[in-house]
């Protein structure tokens, strides 16, 4: 009888052996391995930039090691998973029952007691349809197996890299970054509490959405871990004390626009300094801002370290998000550079002999091109007469960068040397261009225009950009001692206050060198510069194309450079570059570009001027001065030295001047036809009048409209032909001319 009872009790329990032991050895085991990352890109210090999503629509981090993951986390996630995960061998036996137990009660499926290897089996096992009975037990078999193939260590490890923390992020190394932007290892019991929450229901649970909706789940699984005696008292107090401050889409989706050029590349690292990118963002929002009034909605800044030709910043927008062109990335959208071309036709010619204190006539001029006749003016609507090269160059006068690149070859000249700089987008010859390039009618981009300019700050060593370490290699384009002199002349807030004033944006309290640029109609504005270490370009404008009111480089891109720049040497030194060998320092007087001895008629007009050894003006002479110590000007500026626009007054005077200038009007010539042009500001309506050889000119109209603003007169332009007369009050002379004007 006691043999009977015997049998009967041992044949359940070696079948019971039998199948905890050997059942889930019948089954294999689905493809456990970590899954790779998803494509991640990084700031130079390793900081992520964006997470790309992978094919199944999720982003990834690299896999942990289970001694990677801290001990209150993996606490938390225990708590909240799998208590008994170290003792119960895969299949917890005593949470079957309790869940049996409480869903018979509660006549309804209310409470769960699937493992952590459960949950990983489930989560690495592709499926559709139900998880019927039979899946349910292939699962748990395979959940013992697991338990009897792995150490739990091992195992909790694979869990945290496979399980979603929702928001398709996947695995625990996301989740930290993701919703704190934090590395695990600071994450606080609090933070790891919450994180342990989601699991079971991401999306319910969505701490992006309300982050209250999972603080009672996260209370629970604190609390929980005290009574495990995995949390003190004074711990749990303090955790459920916590203020929870989620990171939204911290470190996923930084510098948008420079993500989207890298993408695709075999390294992930870039160039970029984190913090600097969020800071020149938060300038670029902050003015642009204060812009809107008119008619401002985007900006794009680049900083480019100068040692290394490395991008540290890049902005391509206001907003990347913003429905008016967010996305467009305003560096590398080719854009008019107005006046940002001038140094370099400067730099030409002081290659080829002249220097800063060279002289240019600043005189009203025609060129013949193949498109017809070709008339540069200066923005203020007037010319200047004699100018340094520095002047000219300082103040961005248009009609003497025209005339330097003429004297240096033309448009062909420039354009070679601006192809060498990396300026991709001028492709068309030369002649398609014409002497209109030096003030900017070719569009290029910011980010190489900006690169450009970082040749200067190297004083003529070239490197092309770069986002990502990548091998470059620097070639010499420029020679050092005259991309020292256009450095000094950038720098130089004097050599611009005629134009910009004393106190204008480009005026920072370290020395710098800037240059602004302004397109046709106020579409683009620019402003680009550089210190020894760094070099600074911006763009402000409207992507749709349509003009700003009133916005030049130094009001719309000028207080965007300068608070960039501040900030780069906020607490670091700015230092200037050091001035090569072969350069001196002579006296000069600026009517004439000469030396000055102690020979020379004294002038409060005189000054130091850099030159190089090579490249010395020659002394003035006695006949370069009449008896009164007045410079003497060529036949060439008499009717300027006549005219209103003479701010040197009485210290020139003119070869010849006894002889009376004849009156002539250079702007209309007769039977000029104009077409009232609704996409210029006014409608193309006002008529700029000039005339040489007239002390006082006096013009009027019969059918037209005239009035003097400042130094010149405006015919205001209707349909019709119109004839304009000018008479010199001094002289009684008079001169007649007509315009035909068409409607639009």
Not at 289 to 304: G, P, Y
Not at 469 to 476: C, G, L, Q, V, Y
Not at 624 to 647: H, K, M, Q
Request: net charge neutral.
């Amino acid at each position: 009888m006691a043999r009977r009872w015997l049998h009967r009790l041992l044949l359940p329990s070696l079948s019971l052996a039998a199948g905890w032991w050997g059942l889930p050895w019948l089954v294999g085991l689905p493809d456990l391995a970590p899954p790779e990352a998803s494509p991640v890109f990084l700031a130079r210090d390793g900081t992520p930039l964006r997470h790309l999503l992978d094919e199944d629509g999720t982003r990834k981090a690299a896999p942990v090691t289970y001694e990677e993951v801290p001990t209150v986390l993996r606490h938390a996630m225990l708590a909240a998973e799998d208590k008994r995960f170290f003792s119960h061998g895969g299949i917890d036996l005593l949470a079957i029952a309790r869940a049996a137990w409480d869903n018979a009660r509660a006549g309804k499926i209310v409470s769960g007691a699937s493992t952590i290897h459960q949950q990983l089996i489930k989560n690495s096992t592709p499926r559709e349809g139900k998880r019927t009975p039979g899946i349910k037990l292939r699962e748990a078999l395979q959940a013992r197996r697991l338990a009897m193939s792995w150490s739990p260590e091992d195992v909790l490890a694979a869990y945290l890299n496979r399980i979603s923390f929702g928001n398709n992020m996947t695995g625990i190394m996301m989740a930290a970054s993701g919703y704190f932007h934090k590395p695990l290892t600071d994450l606080t019991p609090a933070e790891c509490a919450l994180l342990a929450a989601l699991p079971q229901s991401p999306a319910r649970w969505n701490p992006f959405r309300d982050v209250k909706a999972v603080l009672p789940r996260q209370k629970v699984i604190l609390t929980k871990m005290h009574d495990l005696g995995w949390l003190s008292a004074e711990e749990l107090q303090t955790a459920l004390a916590q203020e929870i401050v989620i990171q939204r889409f911290s470190g996923g989706f930084a510098a948008p626009h420079v993500v989207e050029v890298v993408k695709g590349s075999e390294t992930s690292r870039t160039t970029l300094d984190a913090l600097l990118q969020q800071q020149v963002e938060t300038i670029i929002a902050q003015r642009i801002t204060a812009l809107r009034e008119k008619n401002v909605s985007h900006a794009a800044v680049v900083v480019i370290d100068n040692a290394s030709g490395d991008v540290l910043a890049l902005a391509g927008s206001r907003d990347f998000f913003a429905k008016d062109g967010g996305q467009i990335n305003g560096t590398w959208v080719p854009r008019s550079p107005g006046s940002a071309l001038k140094p370099f036709t400067y730099l030409i010619a002081f290659e080829r002999g002249a220097s800063p204190g060279s002289i240019v006539a600043d005189l009203p001029v025609e060129f013949r091109s193949p498109t017809g006749i070709y008339k540069p003016e200066n923005y203020a609507l007037r010319s200047y007469g004699p100018m340094t090269y520095r002047a000219a160059l300082g103040n961005s006068l248009n009609i003497s960068a025209v005339r330097v690149l003429d004297s240096i070859g033309g448009a062909e000249t420039l354009l070679a040397k601006l192809r060498e700089l990396g300026l991709g987008t001028l492709t068309e010859p030369a002649e398609h261009y014409g002497l209109g390039l030096t003030i900017g009618n070719a569009p290029v981009r910011l980010l190489e225009l900006t690169n450009a300019y970082a040749t200067l700050a190297r004083l003529g060593l070239h490197k092309p950009w770069r986002l990502q370490d990548t091998p470059s290699e620097e070639r010499r384009v420029f020679p050092e001692k005259e991309c020292y002199l256009i450095a000094d002349i950038l720098s130089d807030n004097q050599a611009r206050e005629m134009a910009f004033g004393a106190h204008s944006p480009l005026r920072l309290p370290f020395r710098c060198a800037a240059k602004t640029g302004t397109s046709t109609s106020f579409r683009d504005n620019w402003t680009l510069g550089f210190t020894a270490d760094f070099t600074v370009g911006v763009w402000v404008g409207n992507f749709d194309n349509t003009p700003m009111q009133d916005v030049s480089g130094v009001t719309g891109a000028g207080p965007v450079f300068r608070d960039v720049m501040l900030h780069l040497h906020e607490h670091r030194e700015a230092k200037w570059l050091a001035q090569p060998a072969g350069i001196v320092r002579a006296r000069i007087d600026p009517r004439t570009g000469k030396r000055l001895t102690p020979q020379t008629p004294p002038s409060r007009l005189s000054r130091d001027e850099l030159l190089t050894e090579d490249h010395l003006p020659p002394v003035a002479a006695a006949e370069d001065y009449d008896s009164r110590g007045r410079v003497i000007l060529p036949r060439e500026y008499a009717a300027w030295a006549a005219s209103r626009e003479n701010w040197l007054g009485d210290l020139v005077t003119v070869a010849g001047e006894d002889a009376r200038p004849q009156l002539r009007i250079t702007n209309p010539i007769a039977g000029t036809v104009v077409r009232l042009d609704p996409d210029i500001p006014g409608g193309g309506s006002r008529l700029l009048l000039q005339a040489e050889g007239a002390r006082e000119p006096r013009w009027s109209s019969s059918t037209l409209e005239i009035r003097v603003e400042g130094a010149h007169a405006m015919a205001f332009l209707k349909p019709g032909r119109h004839e304009i007369d000018v008479t010199d009050s001094a002289t009684g002379q008079k001169q007649r001319t007509f315009v035909i004007v068409h409607p639009e």
